[in-house]
């Protein structure tokens, strides 16, 4: 990176897609929002905020591995090359599947997918997107004909009434939200409804709650398409000149959902809020329906889809500015990757596995061995390998070891599948410990290329490092391989720029007026050169002109992409949730995100702000459902499926619908014990997406009765500690443990003695305070006056609270005043408990702002933001703050 430069490049994180401005200062470099980007017009998260935190060489992998051993490139890509080449010879093209990231860069997928779909001649080439938004995929190509968000971020701020359904959009796209929320201060008339079985932080900014039963999305679409037609507030020349199937469509809504009434048995609503919600739809032409995985996770997310659709449809209210149905996709490439063809069941440019974009991809690749079916879908592709089916399975950029839905079963299948190879930027990680190849990728900061983001808009991705140690681009480990098993001429690339123009290319081939006309379209992008590919803005698809416009909207024309180019309504037969509750899980347990984590940790737990916010695995109860069961506030309770158990610190909220119990998807065996939310989730899928029911899974939970709880702190992480629950949490300059067990130990000092790294130097302090009598036991050890590491232990006594242990490990020089509060476990005189982080952009705790609202008598969340900057940056935090002015 110059020495002076700020390089915009994008974040790593949600489909939002924000621009980030990189600006070297010293060593570091300093992340800020792009203002001119225009997703996020200068705005981050608090994930994104930190992403120069993240920028480290801790837990790195270095170079290729071949059997556990170190290797070098050329060694291991023959072997790679060699093991693959001869197991399709064994055994043919369906044994060997890629398992792909919408953290890859377009570049990178687009060549795995070349690689398989038209050269070994399988399509078993699927993603994790297929976990988030494949029902959304098909919905699309069903009502539209093509995979197509007809919308642009812009219609947030023009629209009068905004529906966020299955979207915390609060915590899981903070920059939209914020976006949505400044546009309601402007236009205080603007409503927002919020569908969701759960309270979140969105509905800070909710005019209404719909608390629906978990899965009965449909049913409420379904009951709205009823009224809007009893109420005569349909499009007529729309629909008579525009959409085809509407007659069914409305037949089976007035069947399944005649009235209001019946709509708020069904979604277990009160009546009254059922009738507002239809009320503002009919009133208000310019209507957004943005959703996400509480709609697309589901065995029947795509009909989800498709019924939101058919009212937007109905009514007209697509393509034009400030309306449209708007699915906000998860990954930074969810969308890239369904542009090359990403997912088992599509070719690259949005084609089909029909015989004339079969043919088409074929000839415009000269493949001499294209797909000619749809591939497994992850799901099944991974059932495939336990199977034996797939012998050989290549993961990319991503962790299914942890994120799969009956995770233990994808573990198993890994662990018997003759050859493992995984490419992944960090070393240890739950998949990788199954790998027989480890290959060294680039991380987010080396990476260059492209992604595409929820509107459709592709931005540049570019290096601000240079590769760690012997990390490669995945492009690179492709086309490497691809070569060496006889493709060189195919795969004749040298950069991201190379690749790009040929994606544009195919999306441009024989697609015009006279041809089959088709919505991805980049032919104004086909002559790029490469310093026009360095220099490209952020556009929106599909790309015409060489002059590199974009297009903000699609279907504003009435104009789709089917063969009689109108839209489809679909006649829903909508289904409750495909697990049934029985006495022994007799509970719904919905499983998602949290503010400051992303998928499975492995780069934002790199942060050490990112982890105060929520530093262990926690299940969200309703008081209801707590009481009877004998469940405190953060007791460790057992949650329990069918296929696998977790434990976690029970969080009792009425923000949770009574039945109901959330817990995050993120920590995974390398930081956790049992703390997998994987293993958990039902792997029932979606039959027309194959996408997974994450968030409805039958569930039973218990107190997990603790014999003794402890935490450590230690400069030097510890290896995996042999107790039943421990938790690790990444701090600045240590590590945080908390630790308990379900039986009392032998030797309790003994044990503790342990896990410090207590050598035979005489010059190390050793601090201990023990009590029998209460089973408190603290130790601490100070070398060269400094603390290196600490335990406490309690058996019949709460303890203590610790973030103020948290300084101790910046400070060189201990006093005797640090010392007793080591020893005491009280923090020292006039030091306070900072309690947990709120604000993760600015590291402000809880304690500071109980302090600053009492001092100061702060009486709004932007005093609070005046005095302490908590709140000021990407907004996630400010439904917490209005907490403490209550």
């Known amino acids: 990176m110059p020495a002076s430069a700020t390089i915009k490049t994008t974040c790593a994180y949600c489909g ?67 093991r693959w080449q001869s197991t399709i010879d064994a055994h043919g093209p369906n044994s060997v599947a890629f398992y792909l990231s919408g953290q890859l860069l377009t570049e990178d997928y687009y060549v795995a997918n070349k690689l398989m779909k038209g050269f070994i001649g399988s399509a078993n080439v699927d993603t994790n997107s297929r976990l988030c938004m494949s029902s959304s995929v098909v919905g699309h190509k069903r009502a539209f004909g093509t995979d197509t968000v007809p919308g642009c971020y812009e219609d947030l701020e023009l629209a009068d009434l905004i529906i966020l359904t299955g979207s915390n959009t609060a915590w899981c796209h903070p920059v939209l939200f914020q976006r949505i929320k400044a546009a309601k201060a402007k236009r205080p008339n603007l409503k927002v409804v919020v569908i969701d079985p759960r309270r979140t ?23 709205l398409l009823a009224y809007l037609a009893r109420q005569v507030a349909l499009d007529f020349t729309f629909l008579e000149h525009h959409v085809e199937g509407f007659g069914a469509a409305l037949n ?44 697309n996770q589901s065995s029947s997310g795509s009909d989800k889809v498709n019924a939101i659709i058919n009212c937007h449809l109905a009514t007209g209210r697509i393509g034009k500015p400030g309306m449209g149905p708007f699915s906000l996709t998860g990954q930074p490439n969810a969308m890239g990757g369904r542009e090359v063809g990403g997912l088992a069941n599509q070719l690259a440019a949005h084609l089909d596995f029909d015989p004339a974009d079969i043919d088409l991809v074929g000839r415009f690749w000269s493949a001499p061995q294209m797909a000619t079916e749809p591939g497994l879908k992850a799901v099944d592709l991974f059932d495939a390998v336990d199977r034996g089916q797939i012998k050989a399975i290549w993961i990319i950029g991503t962790n299914p070891v942890v994120s799969m839905p009956e995770a233990d079963r994808v573990a198993a299948a890994l662990k018997k599948c003759p050859l493992v190879i995984v490419s992944d930027c960090i070393e240890n990680t739950d998949t990788t410990a199954y790998a027989h190849i480890l290959l060294p990728a680039q991380g987010w900061g080396e990476k260059d290329g492209t992604v595409t983001n929820s509107e459709r808009r592709i931005s540049r991705q570019r290096a601000l490092l240079p590769s760690y140690a012997e990390a490669k681009p995945d492009w690179w480990i492709v086309t490497q391989v691809a070569q060496r098993m006889g493709f060189r001429d195919a795969f004749p690339f040298e950069s991201a720029h190379s690749i790009f123009i040929e994606h544009a290319a195919l999306s441009a081939f024989e697609n015009t007026p006279d041809g089959r006309l088709r919505d991805f379209n980049l032919a104004g992008l086909t002559q790029l050169t490469e310093d026009a590919y360095n220099q490209l803005e952020p556009v929106q698809w599909p790309v015409y002109a060489a002059d590199g416009m974009g297009t903000d909207r699609l279907f504003g024309d009435g104009q789709f992409f089917t063969p009689s180019r109108k839209a489809q309504m679909l006649a829903i037969d909508p289904a409750l949730p495909a697990g049934e509750l029985s006495p022994e899980y007799p509970l719904v347990l919905n499983t998602g995100r949290i503010r400051d984590q992303w998928h499975t940790m492995t780069r934002t737990s790199l942060a050490p702000r990112l982890n105060q916010h929520i530093d262990e695995p926690f299940c969200q109860i309703h008081p209801a459902d707590a009481l009877p069961r004998g469940i405190k506030e953060r007791d460790l309770v057992e949650v329990s499926t069918a296929t696998g158990t977790l434990l976690a610190r029970a969080r009792i909220s009425d923000e949770q619908r009574p039945g109901n119990l959330f817990a995050p998807m993120h920590w995974g065996n390398t930081n956790s014990a049992q703390g997998r939310i994987g293993p958990l989730v039902n792997a029932i899928t979606d039959p027309h997406s194959g996408q997974p029911e994450s968030k409805h899974t039958p569930a039973s939970v218990r107190p997990w009765a603790t014999a003794w709880n402890a935490f450590v702190f230690t400069r030097a992480p510890l290896t995996a500690p ?42 190390d302090e050793c601090l201990e305070y023990h009590d029998e009598n209460t089973g408190q036991h603290r130790l601490a050890l100070i070398q060269s006056e400094r603390l290196v590491a600490c335990v406490f232990f309690a058996t019949r006594k709460a303890l203590p609270e610790h973030t103020w242990i948290n300084k101790l490990f910046n400070q060189d020089n201990l006093s005797s005043a640090d010392r007793m509060a080591l020893l005491s476990g009280m923090p020292p005189k006039g030091a306070s408990a900072g309690g947990k982080t709120v604000c993760a952009c600015f590291n402000v705790g809880e304690e500071a702002i109980r302090q600053a609202v009492k001092a100061q008598k702060l009486t709004s969340v932007e005093a609070i933001g005046a005095c302490l900057q908590a709140g000021t940056n990407c907004g996630s935090c400010l439904p917490e703050l209005k907490k403490f002015i209550s």
């Open 722 to 763: 042999d107790c039943d629950y421990w938790v690790k949490v990444g701090g600045d300059g240590y590590a945080r443990y908390e630790l308990a067990g379900a039986n009392p130990l032998e030797t309790p000092v003994e044990w503790l003695r342990s896990l410090l790294p207590i050598s035979d130097d005489s010059e």
């Open 252 to 295: 089976k809504a007035l069947d399944i959902a005649p009235d209001t009434t019946q709509v708020a048995r069904l979604c277990g609503l009160p009546e009254e809020s059922v009738a507002q919600f239809f009320d503002w739809f009919r009133r208000t032409p310019n209507v957004v329906t943005a959703y996400s995985q509480g709609i």
């Open 201 to 223: 932080d969105t509905c800070e900014i909710a005019d209404l709650h719909l608390g629906l039963k978990s899965g009965t999305d449909a049913f409420l679409f379904m009951g």
């Open 16 to 82: 939002v897609g924000c621009g980030i401005a990189a600006t070297p200062e010293g060593a570091a470099i300093r992340i800020s929002g792009d203002k001119t980007h225009p997703a996020n017009l200068g705005r981050l998260c608090s994930k994104g905020t930190a992403l120069a935190e993240t920028l480290v060489e801790t837990g790195r992998l270095a170079a290729p591995r071949v059997d556990g051993h170190p290797s070098d490139w050329e060694t291991a890509l023959d072997v790679v090359a060699g």
